[in-house]
């Protein structure tokens, strides 16, 4: 053999056999994530929300989607950007904006009915209107026909319905002069700059001083490079918002790290205390939520926020299809958010009503499947999702099997010698008990070879038929594998 050959398989040899990832270094910074998940009582109840309604609402609602007989295929609350309207005439619509019918105990009562847990509502969208007297700006509800402070309706309405509010804010305002979403290239746009940051500093200061029942800040239009290149005066203000307003809650959206990552820091971690990346896009699975909190906002039609007139443009979602998403988000320890754009005059249009109707008639009944909940101990299985609450484990099953019989797959114990059987089983709709197909006697259920047992639980034809989804509380009990026979006779 040549030597160098001869050298060279010795080098192989003495390499090491498996190849080692050097363990990625941590990067220091000052503006990124300030610690792991909150604990306190606020984010305790932030978690247990569920369901929750967002609410567009400005004076886009007015052209709601349509100008001059052309109607804007684009979001109707963009519509000062939609190139149907001109920005002079959008600028003056406040002028108008008079919605006598707005009725704020109306709309609490009927989120209340619907199941929401917590409300968010836009107290100044991109367009730069402030729904509520800002005294740092002509451009506000003050200044309209209708005077009101909205803002302050709402809170006091839904607060009384014990339904708490977050106040969306945007970042983005495309009326004030500062503005900017490019950092400023002067020392002239800079000044300006400086004189935005002042103004919004000052509106966050005045909603969280006017309205103290406020729970948490639900920001928006924070994309902006101007914006990310600010992070260390960002980090500051939201410092300076959560020691005024203790237990204040706020999202990913607020602001970028140094390095400028948005919702992540530069190490991977979550910048603030809910990830708010799952817009209209629920994650698939456990993996995907990383392990931290999060919310889902999501539109009825496909990407409408505020009101459109025109809801034939794009698929409208069920009540089914809303409350399948809230329990899938459930599912992987988030909460759903559903959005409602009220019209011009205050109104929540009639389509809007009967959802809302819809999955407030199924959450009076199943609503134990969501709020609270957390992922189960169950794997995801293809009848529907699982949700979690102590030992009470519920199947809230949205694809019923033709045969009656609801395979449910048990985790494997831990122990070897222990398996996992259902204890209690029984109905939500009806509280009748469910009944495991033969009893769970020898030969009607059956292991597979992880050691995972499975059941078949018998649906009763009233349930069957039922257009609705239904769900199936269960308990488990673990017990020695040689009793398993002896037990489920014993639990007929
Ligand atoms: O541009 C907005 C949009 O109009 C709407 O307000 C949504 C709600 O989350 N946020 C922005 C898009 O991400």
Redesign the pocket.
């Given at each position: 053999m040549k030597p160098f050959i001869i050298l060279f398989l010795s080098a192989l040899m003495t390499l090491p056999t498996t190849a080692q990832t050097p363990a990625k270094e941590r990067i220091t910074l000052q503006h990124g994530s300030h610690g792991g998940k909150r604990t306190d009582a606020e984010m305790q109840r932030w978690r247990e929300y569920g369901i929750g309604q967002?609410i567009?609402w400005g004076v886009y609602a007015i052209p709601g989607g349509q100008w001059n007989g052309k109607t804007s295929t684009g979001?109707a609350?963009?519509f000062r950007s939609s190139g149907l309207i001109s920005k002079e005439e959008y600028d003056n619509l406040y002028k108008q904006f008079n919605p006598t019918d707005f009725d704020a105990k109306k709309w609490a009562k009927q989120a209340k009915q619907m199941g929401a847990r917590y409300m968010i509502f836009?107290t100044k969208?991109?367009d730069g209107f402030c729904m509520w007297p800002s005294k740092y700006t002509d451009y506000t509800i003050a200044h309209t026909p209708y005077k009101k402070d909205i803002v302050k309706e709402l809170v006091d309405a839904y607060t009384a319905e014990e339904i708490d509010v977050y106040l969306?804010f945007?970042i983005?305002d495309w009326n004030h002069p500062g503005y900017q979403s490019a950092p400023a290239g002067n020392d002239k746009d800079k000044a300006r700059y400086e004189k935005f940051k002042a103004f919004t500093r000052n509106q966050l200061i005045e909603l969280l001083t006017n309205y103290p029942a406020t729970k948490g800040l639900?920001f928006?239009?924070s994309?902006d490079k101007a914006w990310i290149e600010e992070s260390a005066w960002v980090d500051d203000l939201g410092e300076e918002l959560r020691a005024m307003h203790p237990g204040l809650i706020i999202g990913s959206?607020f602001r970028a790290d140094e390095k400028g990552n948005r919702h992540v820091d530069a190490n991977g971690e979550l910048i603030d205390d809910y990830d708010?990346r799952f817009?209209?896009n629920l994650p698939a699975d456990l993996k995907e939520v990383g392990g931290n909190d999060w919310d889902c906002?999501m539109?009825i039609p496909e990407?409408q926020?505020?009101y459109h007139r025109d809801w034939s443009l794009s698929y409208v979602k069920t009540p089914y299809d809303l409350i399948e998403m809230a329990v899938k988000a459930n599912s992987l320890d988030g909460n759903f958010v559903i959005?409602f754009g009220p019209d011009g005059k205050g109104n929540i249009r009639k389509e809007e009503t009967d959802i809302a109707k819809g999955i407030g008639d199924w959450t009076a009944v199943n609503g134990a499947a969501i709020y609270g909940t957390h992922h189960s101990l169950l794997e995801k299985q293809d009848w529907g999702y699982s949700t979690q609450k102590d030992s009470a484990i519920y199947l809230s099953v949205f694809n019923k099997p033709m045969n009656n019989l609801l395979r449910v797959k048990l985790p494997k114990s831990k122990n070897p010698n222990r398996i996992y059987v259902i204890e209690k089983a029984r109905f939500l709709s009806t509280k009748e008990p469910a009944q495991i197909n033969g009893n769970g006697k020898a030969g009607t259920y059956y292991r597979d070879k992880t050691g995972a047992s499975y059941y078949d639980l018998i649906i009763p034809e009233k349930i069957q038929q039922t257009n609705q989804p239904f769900v199936i509380v269960i308990q488990l009990k673990e017990i020695d594998k040689k009793d398993q026979d002896a037990y489920q006779q014993a639990i007929t």
């Open positions: 967002f567009h979001a609350e963009w836009t969208h991109h969306y945007s983005i639900w928006d239009g994309w959206r708010q817009e209209r906002a539109t990407n926020w505020g959005n």
